[in-house]
């Protein structure tokens, strides 16, 4: 068996002859490091190949040389860890599996501090996901199944106190919306059913809630027959 043919490196030039990439080729495909320059003559990309796909990490520069992005590729397709950036600073960190988002998920304020952190499986939201302030207290907690809110959700103040709660199913308000004030007692509540209000929220001021509600399932009956029957 002949040994492999050693790499080759190729630049090209524009016609005033600036440099515009430097790539790697193996017996006439890419396979190496690849880098294309912007008008500036800075990088603007950075990349992996083997046998003629993209593999390996990969980096985009904005026109001043700050990082915009940084992938990586595993036989052409995304398949690793990402961060995207601002202003040189990371905006987005995910992980991608087989060319989709699948696993941790961060995102960042400008200032560099925590904005949203969660989890996306085969490319939508899956499981908890937790919103900040800038101040890097929690404003509100959700819960995702395949994309869609799914079950509780609290709002809270700069406090740490819940000062809403709502209840989800498959992406709609489904449940009873609960207001609380800042002391955490009840000072209204509404019923949902598919994203559409059944129970009026009492006046603003109550302090005690209203006796339980029947089952969700059964508010749902009583006002379908009581719209039925206004026809």
Sequence with gaps: MSAANPPETIERRNAAGALVERATFR???????????GPERLAAVEIGFAAGVRDGPMVLYDADGAVLARL???????????TLYA?????????YAAGVGDGPLRSFTPAGGLAASGALRRGRLHGAFTIFRPDGSVMQRQHYAGGLLEGEQLDLDPAGVVRRRAEYRAGRLDGTVTHYDAAGQPTAHQVFVADKEVTAAPPPGVSKMPKPQKPWLQRWWDAAKALIGAQ
């Design 27 to 37: 017996d006439g495909v890419l396979d190496g490091p690849t880098v294309l320059f």
């Design 72 to 82: 990586t590729y595993r036989a052409g397709v995304l398949d690793g860890p990402a």
């Design 87 to 95: 202003a040189g600073k990371p905006l987005t960190e995910m992980t």
